[in-house]
T-cell receptor
Framework: SQKIEQNSEALNIQEGKTATLTCNYT??????LQWYRQDPGRGPVFLLL?????KEKRKERLKVTFDTTLKQSLFHITASQPADSATYLC???????????FGTGTQLKVEL | DVKVTQSSRYLVKRTGEKVFLECVQD?????MFWYRQDPGLGLRLIYF???????EKGDIPEGYSVSREKKERFSLILESASTNQTSMYLC?????????????FGPGTRLTVL
């Protein structure tokens, strides 16, 4: 069956370090993958999209990689700040173009 | 500034009640979605619609129905609310072919069924 896995344990890092979050998937051939940020009590907010023919995408302090052989995406936040503390969700297109399937998310806590 | 709004942030209903959750978007998006989010289970798709009066079942449609009479409005209906429908409900919209394919989410409705 199709599965998207994100580390369910919270990731705690120190301010200024690079945070790396992982998204693994099985039984998908996604055309693209997206990352969202979600703060408590709010809806997810789109961050980045990476297509299957792209290896890496950057936006300011964010970087996403996509390895379709390993079936994995890595999401990096460099020079992390306490304001980056949130839950980060990966999502894949699957089952017919318009539908996204989300992972369960990883909570990131950036400490001073 | 693009916007997806949901009719209530918090809602408390009793078992057996009929519940309406409303979602409105002002971006002229064709596609709209209803998700529920539960701890440890993530976001799960209930129903989606790619045009007025069109609807498609998502992964967990049982116990729910939807209505899309106008392009900007997508309603989720719990015909007879049950306690296992206590959850955070999120509406989203997007426009295919706009180049980015991001979904825009509303703030969510936290529904408690007693």
């Amino acid at each position: 069956s199709q599965k998207i896995e994100q580390n369910s344990e919270a990731l705690n890092i120190q301010e200024g370090k690079t945070a790396t979050l992982t998204c693994n998937y099985t039984n998908y051939s996604p055309a693209y993958l997206q990352w969202y940020r979600q703060d408590p009590g709010r809806g997810p907010v789109f961050l980045l999209l990476i297509r299957e023919n792209e290896k890496e995408k950057r936006k300011e302090r964010l970087k996403v990689t996509f390895d379709t052989t390993l079936k994995q995406s890595l999401f990096h936040i460099t020079a992390s700040q306490p304001a980056d503390s949130a839950t980060y969700l990966c999502a894949l297109v699957g089952g017919g173009g318009n539908k996204l399937t989300f992972g369960t998310g990883t909570q990131l806590k950036v400490e001073l | 500034d693009v916007k997806v709004t949901q009719s209530s942030r918090y809602l408390v209903k009793r078992t057996g009640e009929k519940v309406f959750l409303e979602c409105v978007q002002d971006m002229d998006h064709e596609n709209m979605f209803w998700y529920r989010q539960d701890p440890g289970l993530g976001l799960r798709l209930i129903y989606f619609s790619y045009d007025v009066k069109m609807k498609e079942k998502g992964d967990i449609p049982e116990g729910y129905s939807v209505s899309r009479e106008k392009k900007e409005r997508f309603s989720l209906i719990l015909e007879s609310a049950s306690t296992n429908q206590t959850s955070m409900y999120l509406c989203a919209s997007y426009s295919p072919g706009a180049g980015v394919d991001e979904q825009f989410f509303g703030p969510g409705t936290r529904l408690t069924v007693l």
